[in-house]
């Protein structure tokens, strides 16, 4: 298990699209395109330190900041619900033949609401892997 | 607003409590001892390493770790000492993994219906 340490507690998604890659970071970075699919209104400033608003209309807010942007590549940002720790969010773009694959990683903090005063505290990183697996395999079995 | 100030997630727990949890987990055979746990609650130390290729001394010890880390309480039934998982934190890593899943299924399905249409 030496590997553990390079582990992140993380949930990761990726989808293939029938778009070229430029268009595909457009649609990543471009706050009335991300208004379509991220959130029903998405302010973003596609810079490091930009400023990251997400609105759903059921009226939930989340702001964030944007932590990395490698032009056509990838773009990571953290972004939190009030009174809750921070996620970081990365967005990576691979081209593949025609198409362009987008692959997400959220690494996260618990739910503010949980009752584990010990895991809430934790900052969330390598060894988290381990329990995420641990937990697909008992609990969501 | 407090927020702005967090730091983003980093890949050091400060927390020993945290390091217990996920050292506990990071053992294959605890990991299986959890299992077995979640299928037998209640079970002892003599009933688990029935089913395992190690003593009951080896499972004492695990048994003991994964109590250090919270994992597991124990009680005492009489002469036996019989141990139960305490799911508490699993649930909730399970319930927020699939709910940010879940939430990017939904985000990724409307980023493709914008692109492809």
Do not use: Y
């Not at chain 2, 190690?54 to 919270?70: E, F, N, P, W, Y």
């Amino acid at each position: 298990m030496g590997c553990v340490s390079t582990l992140a507690h993380t949930v990761e998604r990726s989808v293939l699209l029938a778009a070229p890659a430029q268009r595909v970071w457009d649609a990543l970075t471009d706050a009335s395109l991300l208004s379509e699919w991220l959130a029903d209104e998405v302010q973003l400033e596609p810079w490091e330190g930009g400023e990251v608003v997400c609105r759903d209309e059921e009226g939930e807010e989340r702001r964030g900041e944007v932590r990395l942007v490698e032009e056509a590549e990838r773009i990571a940002f953290d972004w939190w619900r009030e009174g809750e720790a921070p996620s970081r969010v990365e967005l990576v773009i691979d081209a593949v033949g025609n198409e362009t694959r987008v692959t997400v990683i959220e690494s996260g903090a618990w739910p503010a609401a949980s009752p584990t005063p010990a895991l809430l505290a934790a900052t969330w990183g390598a060894r988290l892997r381990t329990l995420a697996l641990a937990l697909g395999r008992l609990v969501l079995a | 607003m407090s927020a702005p100030t967090a730091q983003p997630p980093s890949g050091d727990s400060a927390d020993p409590a945290v390091d217990a949890v996920f050292a506990a987990l990071a053992d294959p055979t605890r990991r299986h001892l959890v299992e077995l746990l979640a299928a037998a609650p209640g079970a002892t130390a003599t009933g688990l390493a029935a089913t395992l290729p190690i003593s009951r001394q080896a499972v004492a010890k695990h048994l003991a770790t994964l109590d250090q880390a919270g994992l597991v309480h124990s009680r005492r039934n009489g002469r036996e000492l019989r141990f139960e998982l305490e799911p508490r934190p699993l649930t909730d890593a399970a319930a927020w993994i699939a709910a940010v899943g879940g939430e990017w299924d939904g985000r990724l399905e409307r980023l493709r219906q914008l692109l492809e249409r």
